[in-house]
């Protein structure tokens, strides 16, 4: 069955640079595949959504991509922020349906 | 404004016990969904429904029950058959099953 992976470790990084967070998933590729945001205690808030079809998607400091050859989705901010600081969960479609199945998720601290 | 409410936000339980856990949308939402977290894992579908008065079986759906009578309404009830119900419950809609989900704030069952 489809597998979906993001890296368990957090990801620290300096306020200004680029984070740059990692989704594999382990078979085929799927119709589209989704980006969120997660503080904690809160619900996940959705950023992106790429299609299989589109290689990159922008959206002011976020910019995805979808490589179906390398069977991975990079998400990446740019000039971060300490306010960038939460667990990114990336989704996507598995088993057959449409409703998307997320990953563990990525925590990222953007340190001032 | 638009969105989705749960309630209540925390939630204590003796074994033994049902507990009915509420969603309410006011997007026109047709599909909705709840899902269940645990401490370091992603976000696990228990039920969904597509439609009013229609809904399907997640990954792990033993121990719990939902009803869609209303569109705006997907009540989850978490019964005493669920072995391990204390965890983060998230409910969330979406226009159809391939959109983008719009998730409420969380409940949080102890169970005691």
């Known amino acids: 069955s489809q597998k979906i992976e993001q890296n368990s470790e957090a990801l620290n990084i300096q306020e200004g640079k680029t984070a740059t967070l990692t989704c594999n998933y382990t078979?085929?590729?799927?119709?589209?595949l989704q980006w969120y945001r997660q503080d904690p205690g809160r619900g996940p808030v959705f950023l992106l959504l790429?299609?299989?079809?589109?290689k990159e998607k922008r959206k002011e400091r976020l910019k995805v991509t979808f490589d179906t050859t390398l069977k991975q989705s990079l998400f990446h901010i740019t000039a971060s922020q300490p306010a960038d600081s939460a667990t990114y969960l990336c989704?996507?479609?598995?088993?057959?349906?449409?409703?998307?199945?997320f990953g563990r998720g990525t925590s990222l601290i953007v340190h001032p | 404004d638009g969105g989705i409410t749960q309630s209540p936000k925390y939630l204590f339980r003796k074994e033994g016990q049902n507990v009915t856990l509420s969603c309410e949308q006011n997007?026109?939402?047709?599909?909705m969904y709840w899902y269940r977290q645990d401490p370091g894992q992603g976000l696990r579908l228990i039920y969904y429904s597509q439609i009013v008065n229609d809904f399907q079986k997640g990954d792990i759906a033993e121990g719990y029950s939902v009803s869609r009578e209303k569109k705006e309404s997907f009540p989850l009830t978490v019964t005493s058959a669920q072995k391990n119900p204390t965890a983060f419950y998230l409910c969330a809609s979406s226009i159809d099953l391939t959109g983008e989900l719009f998730f409420g704030e969380g409940s949080r069952l102890t169970v005691l």
């Open positions: 997007l026109n939402h047709d599909a």
């Open positions: 790429i299609r299989e079809n589109e």
């Open positions: 078979n085929y590729s799927p119709a589209y």
């Open positions: 989704a996507l479609p598995t088993g057959g349906s449409y409703i998307p199945t």
